[in-house]
């Protein structure tokens, strides 16, 4: 996974801290921090030596605000008093009594202004149109921005956001908003950025409630949703996107999906001629068929061909695409859901325009009683060359299955 060079240390720290070193305490660094990181670090973990065992990570009561609007919030809007600090967040493999209990803690750490920012109803409206594949805005986006956080607050929060997801999911997440750094340095201006993502609650985080953890920003976004039971159900809508496809920094090639285009392209590459052919759509595909704000809209009859139709090998190849996106969810259940016998027999291929995944036009998807993954190749925005539209959501859980489309 590639790592960027920090461009603000403390920044960098909190980050690096909330995605490793959470549930490494103890390990050996083998020299990637520097003094002042590992004794965060070594904090995190429970002690100068970093021999305690607790996955909680502390704060300095001295943390710098990462913006402007941050500093005059935090100056005018002193911070409520903390109910619920991350020491008190055990991850014991209880997915979703982990995420309540940071999703408190972060609410806690915030000022009153932040909290009445970061908390909304649980309606359809907050949930399906303030999210999109265009750059940030006021208008588009709803929540708190990571680049209006303190140091403190940033720190909570990247481990938040870290919980909801697998290690899997961590690596596509930063790899994302890397791309997006890379943006915002070359030529993409600060409408793009690694911490240019808002957080928000949809419904209070409570272990009696259904409730949402959204996390949105330009060509990432997805839904973490638990329900009354406190049960983690789904991290759909996933919108997984990237521009460029692959660039240089620090010397390194960084090709951000390559797991997921990869994986995708494997299907449609073991087809063979007659197959292929049966996989074709009839129409043309430009885009995402159920993008954003595009809920429901899904074809009335599964098109393309059927994967009980495919080799054993072939079969394999269509869960190990199913996995690049649903893997990425913690404790969702969802790729378990997807790939079952009755769940892949009444499951389909296909494709559009072109089939190998980098030709502008290109289209493929997969179509299952529950799992809907889309693959677009569209032309450059920033860039001159094409970049990638995806999308994996759940036809029965998305957005938690609270609502109807």
Same mark, same amino acid.
């Given at each position: ?46 002690? #100068?030596?970093?021999?305690? *065992? &607790?996955? %909680? =990570?502390? $704060?300095?009561?001295?943390?710098? +605000?990462?913006? @402007? !609007?941050?500093?005059? #919030?935090?100056?005018?809007? *002193? &911070?409520? %008093? =903390?109910? $619920?600090?991350?020491?008190?967040? +055990?991850?014991? @493999? !209880? ?311």
């Amino acid at each position: 996974m590639f790592i960027p060079d920090p461009r603000d240390e403390s920044r960098s720290v909190a980050r690096f801290w909330a995605q490793f070193g959470a549930r490494s305490c103890g390990q050996s660094w083998r020299g990637l921090v520097t003094s002042a990181a590992l004794a965060l670090l070594l904090a995190g973990c429970g002690g #100068d030596d970093g021999s305690s *065992s &607790s996955s %909680s =990570s502390t $704060t300095t009561s001295t943390s710098t +605000t990462s913006s @402007s !609007d941050s500093s005059t #919030d935090s100056s005018t809007d *002193s &911070s409520t %008093s =903390s109910d $619920t600090s991350v020491s008190d967040c +055990t991850d014991d @493999s !209880d997915e979703g009594a982990y995420v309540t209990c940071l999703a408190q803690a972060f609410y806690d750490s915030l000022s009153t202004s932040q909290q009445s920012t970061v908390q909304l109803d649980l309606t359809q409206s907050n949930a399906v149109n303030y999210w999109t594949n265009l750059p940030v805005t006021s208008s588009n986006r709803k929540g708190i921005s990571l680049s209006a956080l303190s140091t403190s607050q940033y720190t909570i929060a990247e481990a938040l956001i870290n919980a909801a997801l697998s290690s899997q999911g961590q690596t596509t997440m930063a790899n994302l908003r890397d791309a997006d750094e890379y943006l915002a340095e070359n030529g993409g201006g600060s409408s793009y950025g690694e911490d240019v993502y808002n957080i928000s609650f949809l419904g209070t985080p409570s272990t009696t409630s259904a409730w949402i953890l959204e996390f949105t920003g330009h060509h990432y976004t997805w839904f973490y949703a638990m329900d009354a039971s406190n049960e983690p159900v789904s991290l759909t809508p996933n919108f997984v996107g990237v521009e460029p496809v692959s660039y240089t920094s620090s010397g390194s090639t960084v090709t951000p999906m390559a797991s997921e285009h990869d994986a995708m392209l494997a299907v449609l590459s073991s087809l063979s001629t007659s197959q292929l052919a049966a996989a074709k759509l009839s129409s043309s595909v430009s885009d995402l068929v159920v993008g954003p704000q595009e809920d429901g809209n899904y074809p009335s009859t599964q098109s393309g061909i059927a994967v009980s139709a495919l080799d054993s090998d072939q079969q394999a190849l269509v869960k190990a695409a199913i996995a690049a996106y649903a893997s990425d969810a913690n404790g969702t259940g969802q790729y378990d859901a997807y790939v079952t016998s009755t769940a892949l027999n009444s499951t389909y291929i296909s494709w559009s325009n072109y089939s190998d995944l980098s030709t502008k036009g290109s289209y493929m998807r997969i179509d299952g009683p529950r799992v809907w993954i889309e693959f677009s190749v569209q032309s450059g925005v920033v860039f001159s060359a094409n970049h990638y539209h995806t999308i994996w959501r759940d036809k029965t859980y998305d957005y938690g299955g609270n609502f109807s489309f």
